[in-house]
Nanobody
C-alpha cells in the first residue's frame, strides 16, 4: 500500500515562494520516479516536474528556472520549491508516483500510478 500526503500549499503574492512537501508511505522500495502535477479548474492534470530514482529531474517549460524538485536522502519526502510564483501558477497541486525507477517518456497523468489528495496553491497579483 502506498500513501502520498502533500503539505505546504497556501496563498502567496506574485513573486513569492512556496515549498510543497509530499510524504511517501510505502512498504517497499521508495526509489521510484515521482512527480508533481497541477490541475487548473476545468482542465486535466498537467505535469510540472518529475524525478527519476537516480535523481534526474525534468520540468515543464512553464516552470523551468523557477521550480525545483528534490527528494530527501531517506527517500521518504518529495519536495517542490516554487520561486517567482505567478498568478498563472494558481492550481491544485498533486504528488504522484510511478512503480518504476525511471520516469515515463511523457509526463502525463495516465503514466503515474499513485496520487496524493492534492493541495491548493493560490498566487495573487
Amino acid at each position: 500500500q502506498v500513501q502520498l500526503v502533500e503539505s505546504g500549499g497556501g496563498s502567496v503574492q506574485a513573486g513569492g515562494s512556496l515549498k510543497l512537501s509530499c510524504v511517501v508511505s510505502r512498504s517497499s522500495n521508495n526509489n521510484f520516479c515521482m512527480g508533481w502535477f497541477r490541475q487548473f479548474p476545468g482542465k486535466e492534470r498537467e505535469g510540472v516536474a518529475d524525478l527519476t530514482g537516480f535523481g534526474t529531474a525534468r520540468y515543464a517549460d512553464s516552470v523551468k528556472g523557477r521550480f525545483t524538485i528534490a527528494k530527501d536522502n531517506a527517500l521518504t519526502t518529495l519536495y517542490l520549491q516554487m520561486n517567482s510564483l505567478k498568478p498563472d501558477d494558481t492550481a491544485m497541486y498533486y504528488c504522484a508516483s510511478t512503480r518504476a525507477v525511471l520516469c515515463p517518456a511523457r509526463m502525463t497523468e495516465g503514466n503515474y500510478y499513485y496520487w496524493g489528495q492534492g493541495i491548493q496553491v493560490t498566487v495573487s497579483s
